[in-house]
Each structure stands twice: as structure tokens, then as C-alpha cells.
């Protein structure tokens, strides 16, 4: 399939270990947090998501973490596996007019090492 | 159950033509919204609908425009096609309107343009 991003900053992990993919944010007012996980070929996956009141939050393996003093989003993937190999987005909520939007970081690509 | 589904999945055009692109929604969504990607890039918001009524658009001229129908699927249209519109075009629909509900995406058409 067609990469999705060929210039997207890199993260290389082994197999059974933690990964941690980080993004900063722009907007101080956004209130919603999503990460996606986007396969070569696929459209944005929803992996987990997160509110301004909290700032953790857990699922089957994965735990996004939001700093809202310095703007800042992680995402932690724990025993990391060949099939978490994808290019992930974080993405803020917002409203342009009325309409509300996602607005999305670069992505970072995971790689999966045997 | 069915997820975000668009048509077609791939699509090669010449400058100066006319594209229409679908999208249907997840059932029982009534916002669809759609976005650009380009590659190495994360997706850019074009527009949002809601209860058939665009909400909002983003920095796209005007060559771009889309519509809702009476059971929320959504047609994308770009007239007078641009080597700078080859993109893969993301449909992503959502419950209600608010920035506070997760946007689940489909799979894209890409469009190539010649």
C-alpha cells in the first residue's frame, strides 16, 4: 500500500517493549484529545481519546497523558507488537464558525523491530 | 456494523475536470465531516455537515463544495481539477456536532490528477 507519511519523524522500537509517542498542541482553549493510528493505505484509526478535565486516561494497552500547562500529549504503548507498526496522529478539537474540526499533529511513524 | 464507508477508493483525473466523491456515514451518525491529506501530511478540515446544513468550511476555495442528504451520507465536489488537489480525501462522521465526540474515519479515496 501507499506510505502515508515518508518524511514523518521516526520511532523505532523492539518488539515487547513500551513505546512513547509524543505531540504538542496549539490551541490552549481545546477541550478534546484524540490519537489515531493510520495504517499504509487506511484512513485514521481512533485509538483512544481524552478531556481538559483529565489529565489521564487508560485502554486495552494504551495510555494517553495531557499536560495542558505546557500544551502537551503522549501517548504510551505498552508491549508494543508488529501490528502497532503504523504513522500516529494526535489531534485537538475546535471550532471553525460553527463547525467543529480536528485539527492534527504531524504524525510520528512507529516501527516494530523483531 | 458497518463503519465509515467512501466511494470510490481510487480515482484519476485530468485538470480542469470534475470530481464527486461519497461518503457514508456510521449509522444513526448525523455529522459528516471531510478532510484533505496529502502525503507526509496529517489531514486538513474542509468542511463539517450537520443536519444536512454546512457548519463550517476550512481554507479551501470555492472549487470545493459538498452536500448532505436526507439519510446524512455526503457527496465532496471539486470543479476545475488542480495537480494540487492529488490527495487522499477522508470522510469522518460523528454523532452530533460538538468537539467533544470521537470522529471516526473511513478509508479515503485517492484521487490522482494528471
Known amino acids: 500500500g501507499e506510505s502515508v507519511g515518508l518524511h514523518l519523524p521516526t520511532l523505532s522500537v523492539q518488539e515487547g517493549d513500551n513505546s512513547i509517542i509524543n505531540c504538542a498542541y496549539s490551541?490552549?482553549?481545546?477541550?478534546?484529545f484524540i490519537w489515531y493510528k493510520q495504517e499504509s493505505g487506511k484512513g485514521p484509526q481512533f485509538i483512544i481519546d481524552?478531556?481538559?478535565?483529565?489529565d489521564k486516561r487508560q485502554g486495552q494497552r494504551v495510555t494517553v497523558l495531557l499536560n495542558k500547562t505546557v500544551k502537551h500529549l503522549s501517548l504510551q504503548i505498552a508491549a508494543t507488537q508488529p501490528g502497532d507498526s503504523a504513522v500516529y496522529f494526535c489531534?485537538?478539537?475546535?471550532?471553525?464558525?460553527?463547525?467543529?474540526?480536528?485539527?492534527f499533529g504531524t504524525g510520528t511513524r512507529l516501527q516494530v523491530t523483531l | 456494523d458497518a463503519g465509515v464507508t467512501q466511494s470510490p477508493t481510487h480515482l484519476i483525473k485530468t485538470r480542469g475536470q470534475h470530481v464527486t466523491l461519497r461518503c457514508s456515514p456510521i449509522?444513526?451518525?448525523?455529522?459528516v465531516s471531510w478532510y484533505q491529506q496529502v502525503l507526509g501530511q496529517g489531514p486538513q478540515f474542509i468542511f463539517q455537515?450537520?443536519?444536512?446544513?454546512?457548519?463550517g468550511r476550512g481554507n479551501f476555495p470555492d472549487r470545493f463544495s459538498a452536500r448532505q442528504f436526507p439519510n446524512y451520507s455526503s457527496e465532496l465536489n471539486v470543479n476545475a481539477l488542480l495537480l494540487g488537489d492529488s490527495a487522499l480525501y477522508l470522510c469522518?462522521?460523528?454523532?452530533?456536532?460538538?468537539?467533544?465526540?470521537?470522529?471516526?474515519f473511513g478509508d479515503g479515496t485517492r484521487l490522482s490528477i494528471l
Open positions: 490551541n490552549s482553549a481545546s477541550d478534546y
Open positions: 449509522s444513526g451518525h448525523k455529522s
Open positions: 481524552i478531556r481538559s478535565n483529565m
Open positions: 489531534a485537538e478539537t475546535g471550532y471553525t464558525g460553527t463547525a467543529s474540526k480536528l485539527t
Open positions: 455537515y450537520y443536519e444536512k446544513e454546512e457548519r
Open positions: 469522518a462522521s460523528s454523532l452530533r456536532d460538538s468537539t467533544n465526540q470521537p470522529q471516526h
